[in-house]
């Protein structure tokens, strides 16, 4: 279970990722560091499950 949900909060944080990318292209800065906070959010959840 624990395996699936990490893959889960990974496929999110690369999906983050694209989408921040895209989002900066448009210049939509609101969004953008919403973006940025929901992946770093992802990151830490990321790393104490993997620890």
């Known amino acids: 279970m624990a395996e699936a ?3 889960n ?13 895209t989002t900066k292209a448009v ?8 973006l940025k906070l929901q992946r770093l959010r992802l990151k830490d ?3 104490q499950l993997s620890a």
């Open 45 to 47: 959840r990321i790393a």
């Open 5 to 7: 949900h990490l893959k």
């Open 9 to 21: 909060l990974l496929a999110r944080h690369r999906a983050l990722d694209r989408l921040i990318d």
């Open 27 to 34: 210049a939509r800065q609101a969004e953008l560091k919403q």
